[in-house]
């Protein structure tokens, strides 16, 4: 049995007419669509609601939305299992969920990671196939789409719920395949709490663990005999010149009873498009993947990367606690960022530092925040 996994997939402003078409060859290229044919399920991330109707919710980003005619090309590809736990399929409110979920059903598309609840959004798929039995389950972060109780959206993450999943369905499963949505755009290392919740998940049963959201290719470690991806890429997104979307990896899973293997499909961005990457391209990709897999085998070097990249990030979230007011940011920009470290005292930045880190401050004030927001949007209704 092979399985394909690919990572973002998003029809957009640039590609729209190819999927309406429905035309996979020209999305793909003829060799990469010849080969996607060969596998036996083709599992990508939809991270935007498929409808026609537009009703963003308030939150930080942008608020992506695709067509329900674009389920045409998406089924060409062709798509066999759509992953839903990320942080836009809630962009468009309920109406965009629950008109995307309509949209997968009619055209027999199975999808997970998603539901009306989070105890529906937390039910994995199982796929079986050639006396096997595969169970997928996907998750994210905790960013504005997440399922509760009693709403609808993604799947969490949760520490104290997930891990237990894992080991139930690897109970149920001959092998299980975990697709994380975290980690922090454009970064193609993982951050140390990264790394322990992907072990975690291997301890608790998954042999392998995709990480994807980072929208770029990152690094991969073997760990008691399981596989964890730090990052694949986009599959398809939109036209950008980014330099990080230009280059992605499709995961090829093949499994045989009790063994598995990893194999990996270099791709590339071809304006709104992608391709199979040539050669050269193929050696120049596979040689920087391995060489970043290599690095994070350092006991050290996972932290060291992560502080560096973490002081460069500083400014932007001070900025962000600041408000980003208009006048506060043109200072900011003219002192070089130096404003916005001069506003805050050692006194206040450890303040800072604990109503983050512990625990029973931030569940407070993540309470309050939601809480206020809210009553601001209820007074803007009136």
């Known amino acids: 049995m092979e399985i394909i996994i690919g990572g973002d997939l998003v029809p957009t402003k640039s590609n729209r007419k190819h999927f309406v078409e429905g035309n996979a060859q020209e999305l793909l290229g003829t060799e990469l669509h010849d080969r996607m044919q060969c596998a036996n399920c083709r599992v990508f991330n939809l991270e935007v609601p498929l409808t026609d109707k537009v009703s963003p919710i308030n939150k930080c980003g942008p608020n992506l939305i695709a067509p329900t005619d674009t389920i045409v090309g998406i089924k060409k590809i062709p798509a066999d299992l759509l992953i839903l736990a990320n942080n836009h399929i809630l962009d468009q409110d309920e109406q965009g969920f629950l008109s995307t979920i309509k949209v997968l059903q009619d055209n027999n598309i199975a999808y997970v990671g998603a539901g009306m609840d989070v105890e529906e959004a937390s039910k994995p798929f199982v796929l079986g196939e050639q006396g096997i039995k595969v169970g997928f389950y996907a998750c994210a972060e905790h960013e504005f789409t997440i399922a509760t109780k009693n709403t609808a959206g993604a799947n969490p993450f949760d520490a104290l719920t997930s891990f237990n999943h894992i080991k139930n369905l690897k109970e149920q499963c001959d092998f299980v395949i975990v697709l994380y949505h975290g980690g922090k755009e454009q970064y193609r290392f993982p951050s140390p709490n990264l790394q322990k919740t992907c072990r975690g998940f291997v301890d608790s049963g998954a042999d392998l663990i995709v990480c994807q959201h980072s929208h770029c290719i990152g690094a991969y470690e073997l760990y008691n005999g399981s596989t964890i991806v730090y990052g694949q890429g986009n599959f398809i997104f939109d036209d950008s010149d980014n330099e990080y979307w230009q280059t992605s990896l499709l995961i090829s899973l093949i499994i045989e009873r009790n063994e598995y293997e990893v194999k990996y499909i270099p791709i590339v961005k071809q304006g709104n498009k992608i391709r199979m990457a040539d050669q050269q391209e193929s ?69 800072i530092q604990n109503v983050i880190e512990c625990e029973a401050h931030r569940e407070l004030l993540l309470a309050g925040l939601k809480s206020t927001l809210k009553e601001l949007e209820r007074m803007e209704g009136q």
Request: proline share 0%; glycine share 2%.
């Open 283 to 351: 050696d120049e990709i596979m040689k920087a993947f391995h060489h970043r897999s290599v690095q994070i085998q350092d006991i050290n070097f996972i932290e060291k990367e992560y502080k560096i990249f973490a002081t460069s990030m500083f400014s932007n979230y001070l900025s962000i606690l600041h408000g980003r007011n208009v006048f506060f940011r043109v200072l900011n920009k003219l002192s070089k960022h130096q404003y916005v470290k001069k506003l805050y005292s050692k006194q206040s930045l450890t303040v």
